[in-house]
């Protein structure tokens, strides 16, 4: 059995860490996995970056930032896997949402409307919202910050962003510190469940087919450990396989729910793995099947075009400055030829290409593959821009900021 | 030099303050990471900030340090980076340091050392502490069950404690384990509790 500690943060989408370990995934590729709960992504980094784990769940953005130097010492890390797609959501305060569309489920159906109304709303809230977000390097603070500027709202300017850990969103609520936050499930569930906060925006509606957390590695340890990597591969994706199947999503939640792993009432984690969500406390759950995705439509194949995709935005909100090195830096932190490595002939579906147009799939639609038919579902942004990687001068010209 | 050290328990802070003091360093700030911790420490301007590598507040912090203006951008962490031993140290000890000023490594590193030391130091008295707590625990449920079977058997208390003893090592348990069992079973078919 060979070694391998992991670090991962008390959310639901830890799930196929914590399912290779508990379901014996690993233990049948000779991998003897320990979990590693961490509370704060700041340590969750240094114990990767230190080799105290050797893997770890890291927000997408979080591995290309470290990569890149941004914001403390440049270590190399490397994403050979996708630990799910979506699965985040931004709440408000009642008293904030009301001023939104009234209706929740209009709220939810039309992310650009609700853009718009959000921006009125600021105008007449008592201050300027607080909106607690887990990372200036996550996904959703960047999802966020997207969907934010779609409707001229600078979210530099026009709301302050709080970084909190998710576990402390709930405290950050109730003592009224901030108006809303966007986190991974189960804490949006569990604000809404306690009445603290309606839902306003899924991470699923602003950009369909999204990146969100991901295997990060360091890239020198990758590279020195490649069978041993291979086998972790192997044993996630069959982990991933398990998340995703139906059947076993009552077992995942109550897996999930124990004290040592995200220590949440199984039946907040229930709904988001059952493809639904309840968008102010006490209403009928809203259908959202792709609220968060495992594995299917090969949702852990990393597309080099997504860690773009981030590279972009933190060029465009000036977390990073422009440069051809840095860019191609960044695009190589994701790495799909490992995970073609690792998993060829495992019987997992191989997408043709190891980059996309972003955003660009209207209906679910088969593309090239090998190993089988690969069915990708819509992908879109909401405000139906799309993203080529190999134009990313002109996709950002396109933003007003 | 200002220090500011961020803990939410006390007893770690005081240990590590106390350990300050003594090697010479007086302004030393305690805050508490909760409600608008960054602003308290922002307008202390630390050198200097030590905290609790677990404590889900780091993140926090760190945003405070990238965006202030009051405070220079952080030159290091663990001092520096570099020092491949100090850090490893540091995190073993479940320490994060930040020096938020231009100090120089010679400097820090002084008061790095001094707060793995009394971290370590303070680790393994909780330890101890843990350990104690369940030896004096343990003892009190053999000391029960002893009192069960001297009752029940009429054994002495030297037989009672041998036949606990051998019963453990029989089924590969922990005495106080099988004391337990003992226990429970005989409150369980009524019998006297002693």
Known sequence: MTPIRAAFLPLTDAAVLIAAREQGFAAEQGIALELVRTESWATLRDRLVYGQVQAAQMLAPLAVAVSLGLGGAATPLA?????NVNGNALVMRPDFAAALDPDPAA?????????HDFAAAIGLYRRKPQIGIVHRFSSHALMLRYWLASAGIDPDRDVSLRVLPPSLMLEAMRSGEIDGFTAGDPWPAAAIAEGLAEAVVLGARIWRRGVEKVLACRADWLAGNAAVADRLLLALSHAAAWCDAPENRAELAEMLARPDHVGMPAELIAASLNGQFVPRAGAAPLPADDFLLFHREAANFPWRSQALWIWSQLVRWGQADRSAEAEAAAGAVFRPDVYRRALAGSGAVMPGASAKLEGAVATPTGVGAHGGALLLGPDGFFDGR???????????????K | MRIVIIDDTGARASVLEDGLHEAGYDDIHVVQPSGAFVSRIERLVPDVVLMDLGSPSRDTLEEMLLVSRALAKPIAMFVDQSDDQMTAAAIDAGISAYVVDGLRKERVKPILDL???RFTAFARMQAELAEARTQLADRKVIDRAKAILMQQRGLNEQDAYTLLRTSAMNANKRMAEVAEALITASS???KGQP
Do not use: E, N, Q, S
């Open chain 1, 79 to 83: 994403t050979p896997f996708r630990l």
């Open chain 1, 107 to 115: 709220r939810l159906a039309d992310p650009l409307a609700t853009a």
């Open chain 1, 386 to 400: 799309v993203f080529d990687p190999d134009a990313i001068d002109a996709y950002l010209a396109g933003f007003a």
């Open chain 2, 115 to 117: 707060a793995v030391g």
């Open chain 2, 188 to 190: 369980l078919l009524g």
